[in-house]
């Protein structure tokens, strides 16, 4: 009986998307927002080690990073978990692989021609929910939110919030391979031998998911699967336990602000009590 792992776990989404171009092809120009005539036809994979031109800088590492037939960039992450240092991280990067087009030019010509630099996309898939509402694809530019007509462009973002897709919320109808990738990520690992006919039936599809089968794994392969496995659990715990702390800190703020307002309460009737004291003192005195 077949038993397939986790895509979304960082190690198996690297050797799904990092290792296969049919496949992230497929996966870019389908959830990524594309012009009919701008598809992506053929890629190059980068190194997802972004290292900076100058010894001041930090490095960092992408889960994917790719270069298609046009030059545009395209930076790919999967992310179980939203945080303000992921999405800090999101900018970072999509600017390095700005910067770094500047960078190379600058190295090779010593002159730097701002009008030839390729666009950047960077696609992140987060397996958690950080927005209000039912939306859960978001594309991000630089634009003016009062006249959208004035772009910045050449650094785009995407943002899925993977637990609220479902297929119906799906609007593109001419890439409706999306739908299908998306159920294989949010999926594919609660299935064991019996498989969705459409996950069978397209190829592309089927790839992905054959590569998911944990007797495909060779033992060490297995072993970084478990150890980003055991990181994501150790993250999830480590977050629940900081969402407790500010349940509490708000729970105790709601508690102290509700005997702070007793206080003045009691305060504001000892002192009304002291007034009708002394009013009827003054009155006996009167009388």
Not at 170 to 181: D, E, G, M
Not at 270 to 283: F, H, P, R
Request: proline share 4%.
């Amino acid at each position: 009986m077949a038993y397939y792992l986790d895509p979304k776990i960082d190690f198996l989404f690297k050797k799904i998307f990092g290792e296969n171009k049919e496949l992230l092809i497929s996966f870019l120009n389908s959830l990524l927002p594309l012009k009919e005539g701008q598809e992506i036809v053929t890629l190059e994979y980068l190194s997802p080690e972004q290292v900076p031109a100058n010894a001041f800088g930090k490095n960092s590492i992408v889960d994917v990073k790719c270069t298609d037939n046009a030059g545009r960039v395209f930076i790919v992450e999967m992310q179980s978990e939203w945080s303000n240092i992921f999405r800090k991280r999101l900018l970072v990067n999509g600017s390095k692989a700005v910067i770094m087009q500047m960078d190379r030019q600058f190295m090779e010509e010593k002159s730097i021609n701002f009008n030839v630099f390729k666009p950047v996309y960077v696609l992140a898939i987060v397996n958690g929910i950080f927005s209000k509402g039912n939306a859960w694809y978001h594309h991000l530019q630089i634009i003016d939110p009062v006249n959208p007509d004035v772009v910045i462009d050449g650094l785009d973002f995407v943002l899925l919030e993977l637990p609220k897709f479902t297929p119906e919320t799906w609007s593109h109808t001419h890439k409706k391979i999306a739908v299908l990738w998306l159920r294989f990520l949010k999926e594919i690992v609660g299935y064991y031998e019996k498989l969705p006919e459409e996950f069978v039936s397209n190829k592309l599809i089927h790839s992905a998911v054959k590569i998911c089968e944990e007797a495909s794994f060779t033992p060490k392969e297995k072993v970084a699967y478990d150890y980003d496995l055991d990181q994501i659990m150790w993250i999830n715990s480590i977050k629940a336990l900081e969402d407790d702390a500010i349940e509490s800190k708000k729970a105790l703020a709601k508690t102290q602000k509700m005997l702070a307002e007793k206080d003045q309460s009691l305060a504001e009737k000892d002192a009304e009590i002291e007034l009708l004291k002394n009013l009827l003192k003054k009155n006996k005195n009167n009388s």
